[in-house]
């Protein structure tokens, strides 16, 4: 018997003497004992406060991202742990797989991206440099700081890990501390994960609790800097956000609730073409994983007129020959995740019943006698524009029901009718059906899921949000959104608008604006390692004169004798220029020869530049000088940093020219 336990103020608390038992679904006995005990949400809400958040803020995002980074490594040595309970909760090692592997490989990717995309430091800056004033000494900028709350994470009983950890490492990468509420059914997989982490000893105190049972007056605790993110039932998600004390205090609320996914087959997907036969596996795959117990899956198959039938036969074909039984076995699908679950799956088809009609025999599968299990059910809606409840009720089982459509447009409005999902996915190799349908549907859709026989080897499936991308979608599935790279880490960050001079802003944000102050260092600063250079070192080059000559010579030498730089009259006859001018790239190039320190040193390579413009042309006979401005540094290995720098072109007068900047690979220490 199991007895997970909950995990308050860094204590592991044993489950009460009320605590409930989970009936196993492929046993239909008790397999373990939960929730119950006495837990004080006031002093866990503290701990986070007054511990986890501080310890956590006190570290840098590149910091917060190693962390995660050695987290997702110490899961991954450990997980057949999590394996060998998976088949208690329904589900084959292939469904298990997305669960475990995949939340573990989501904080892999949320972590590389905060080593990636986020400043070695405490402030997102979020946006470029507003220029509030004529001269340039009143400035804004958009950035992000971490909240000084508690996320509260109430997770789903269908994926006990993945749900954990991808709301987990945003939230930490952001700097936030976390108590985590599974789905009591499956929590003593999530349990087993999350004790995981704490004996990994990474993290800091008060930077995760674990509740197993009920939440009690926690979301009556919450308030502005706090936030909660739900993934669960739309009915659960309403009665969660209509408490009043969220309300009144504008906590954030973000939802993952049902959705009633659609996949479209596009009119020139034919049978005899490989996107058919895509359509077929991708929709028999979205129906009988993990039972179809996803937020993700398929509910909806809308496909051709002229196609029903073809669809309906290949589909009906492939399901039959799914084998339901022991998910620890060699069965291709296994059990609900309880008994109610079940019963709710059959009282939602039953509802559908009066609109469809039943394509598989529930008597041709070999069913176990006991435990929750269900065979695929695929249902067939002849007159979709007149059923309401297949655009409204989602059997949240390996259940799916095929409509028929007239046109693209009648395809995008069917899908629509769910009133927003987490995910739309279209099967077709005709670009202009991609177009049209996706004009016609995006807004109503989280993601759209487009395939064909050019992406269908490397594509990922309908079914898996991706770290990479959002996840999430309008109207009846929450409105949130979830994942989707740094943009996840943003729900647990405060926008703020900061005004001021170029110092203060550089002060911030730890990245040099223009305008600020300046520092000269003791040597060049390509001699100088990764750790000695300054925010603000700058260096001012000699000048150098631009001559006819040097300007046929690179038109020669690269081949670019584009007019404005060989002939006269026709330079003048343009708008832009005043006569034969020099070649952008040439001023690159004498800006390169002007700035940069032959010798060997801890510069190893320049890796880019962004952001390139040129202000005024330049003409033979003109001078040109750089300043090179350290602008930031960002760590990239162990051993070597990324410091991009501001370069700023002007000529005899002082006009600037050009401006850009400039990416150099620095060692951390000098050779």
Partial sequence: MLTPHSYACDRWIAPGAEAREIIG????????????????????????????????????????????????????????????????????????W?????????????????????????????????????????????IAVPLQGVAVHINAFNFPVWGMLEKLAPTLLAGVPAIVKPATQTCYLTEACFRMIIESGLLPPGAVQLIIGGTGDLLDLLGAQDVVSFTGSAETALTLRSNPNLLRHSVRFVAEQDSLNASILGPDATPDTPEFDLFIKEAAKEITTKA????????????????????????????????????????????LASAGQRADVLEKVQALAGETQAVLDIKQFDLPDTGAFLPPMLLRCPDPDAARNVHALEAFGPVSTLLPYRDTAHAAALANRGGGSLVASLVTHDPSVARDITLASAAWHGRLYIVDRTSMGEATGHGSPLPHMTHGGPGRAGGGEELGGIRGVLH???????????????????QWVPGAQEVEGPKHPFQRSFHQIEIGETITTESRTVSLADIEHFAHFTGDMFYAHMDEDAARANPFFPGRVAHGYLLLSFAAGLFVQ????PVLA???????????????????????????????TDDYGEVAWNATLYNQDGDQVAEYELLTMVAYQAA
């Fill in 25 to 96: 679904p492929v046993s239909a006995t008790p397999i373990a004992r939960a929730g119950g005990a006495a837990l004080d949400f006031a002093a866990m809400c503290d701990h986070a406060r007054q511990a986890g958040g501080p310890a956590l803020r006190e570290m840098t995002f590149h910091q917060r991202a190693k962390m995660l980074k050695a987290l997702a490594q110490y899961l991954d040595t450990h997980k057949e742990e999590l394996y060998a309970l998976n088949p208690l909760t329904g589900a084959t090692r292939k469904d298990g």
């Fill in 98 to 142: 997305i669960d475990i592997d995949g939340g573990i490989g989501t904080v892999f990717v949320i972590a590389s991206k905060g080593r990636r995309e986020m400043p070695d430091g405490h402030v997102y800056v979020d946006g470029g440099v507003e220029q509030l004033s004529r001269k340039g000494s009143f400035l804004g900028q958009h």
């Fill in 292 to 335: 179809g117990q996803k937020c993700t899956a398929i509910r909806r198959i809308i496909v051709p007129e002229a196609q029903l039938d073809a669809v309906t036969e290949a589909l009906a074909a492939r399901l039959a020959r799914t084998t339901v039984g022991d998910p620890a076995g060699d069965a291709r699908m296994g059990a």
């Fill in 492 to 510: 647990y960050m405060q926008r703020a608008a900061i005004q001021g001079s170029p110092d203060v802003l550089t002060a911030i944000t730890g």
């Fill in 598 to 601: 032959p010798d060997p040193g």
């Fill in 606 to 636: 320049n890796t880019g530049l962004n952001a390139l413009s040129f202000q005024k042309p330049v003409s033979p006979g003109d001078s040109l000088h750089v300043r090179l401005t350290a602008k930031r540094k960002t760590q990239r």
